[in-house]
């Protein structure tokens, strides 16, 4: 799609891949800027929000939350480079994966464990389903945390 000086949200989005409603959202929280209006009250973009979006589509990528893009742009139109900052995101982040894989390997070997003992047991009476209701756990976390925990950027990490 040729580039001209004004485009309209619809026109953004299709050349972005980007729905109307997320630009929207990008728009109000800040990650955007406010873009023009017409009389009538429409949006208009400059064409270098294209890059601005494939920016931020990169940075979604690579794990960044829009909070951490949005901390990046600004602090790239203050004339500071943010790529000190990018990496420490990135070790942090490579640090809280390093845990989660720690924490799902224990995890594994536990269900493991316990497939085992439930193969060789059968059976076993309960309320519900007695293999789970007698079984030992030593984790008291729940899987489904253990699989689908985001990390959090503001939490402070213990040393």
Request: glycine share 8%; aromatic share 6%; proline share 3%.
């Amino acid at each position: 799609m040729p580039r001209h000086s004004s485009l309209k949200i619809g026109e953004v989005s299709l050349a972005s891949g980007i729905g109307i409603e997320a630009l929207r959202f990008y728009e109000r929280s800040g990650i955007l800027g406010k873009p023009a209006r017409t009389a009538s009250g429409y949006r208009l973009y400059d064409a270098d929000v294209l890059d601005r979006l494939a920016f931020i589509k990169k940075a979604q990528t690579l794990g960044f939350s829009l909070d951490e893009i949005r901390r990046i742009i600004a602090e790239s139109k203050t004339g500071e480079c943010p790529c000190e900052e990018v990496r420490e995101i990135v070790r942090r982040r490579l640090q809280e994966l390093d845990e989660r894989l720690r924490e799902m390997r224990r995890y594994r070997k536990e269900l493991a464990a316990t497939l085992f003992v439930w193969d060789e047991q059968g059976t076993a009476a309960g309320d519900i389903c007695g293999l789970i209701e007698g079984t030992q756990m030593k984790s008291h976390q729940p899987a489904a945390s253990i699989m689908s925990r985001k990390s959090n950027p503001k939490a402070k990490k213990k040393k």
